[in-house]
């Protein structure tokens, strides 16, 4: 252990199958997003996407266990 609490570490997203400046497609609305970033919910350190609506401009965020459960597909460039 590095002596570092988990709130204190790095995400490592390389093995995550969106990375940031993605864009993605909500499948049931077809809506369109881009991944801004990673990051931990504070309440319980919680790994989460955060992403923006790219015609709106609103910014969700979502925990990675649903944002890479098939809801989002990658949208080819």
């Known amino acids: 252990m ?3 609490s988990l709130s204190e570490l790095p ?3 390389s093995n995550f199958p969106f990375a940031v400046n993605d864009q993605v497609q ?3 609305s077809g809506g369109l997003y881009t991944i801004v970033a990673f990051a931990r919910l504070e309440a ?3 790994i989460c996407c955060v992403y923006q609506h790219q015609e ?3 910014v969700w ?5 649903e944002m ?3 809801r989002f597909a990658r949208v080819a460039r």
């Open 11 to 13: 995400i490592d997203a």
């Open 56 to 58: 709106t401009g609103l």
């Open 44 to 46: 319980d350190l919680t």
């Open 26 to 28: 909500h499948l049931k």
């Open 2 to 4: 590095t002596g570092k």
């Open 68 to 70: 890479f459960d098939g």
């Open 61 to 65: 965020v979502r925990g990675i266990d």
